[in-house]
């Protein structure tokens, strides 16, 4: 399996999964990396609630090339 498809599957993953997964590669990374446990666990916890503010419709989020769109416009 190369890294593209991998990629396109884990996109394919519902909301919750993506996060857990995300979760489970960060402490991972913190394992291998020497990542401070305190850190991580902000990112999991920051993470999270972005997810939460998004589900819930508090946040809309919008496009990544929207994103740099705006920015290369403003610069």
Known sequence: MTLEQLETE???L???SLLELFAR???QLA???DMDQAILNEWI???ATRDQD???GEVVGYPASQVF???RASL
């Open 14 to 16: 519902p909301q919750d």
């Open 25 to 27: 590669i960060l402490e």
């Open 45 to 47: 916890e920051e993470a």
């Open 69 to 71: 769109s705006d920015l």
């Open 54 to 56: 998004l589900i819930s």
């Open 31 to 33: 394992k291998t990396n």
């Open 10 to 12: 884990v996109l394919a």
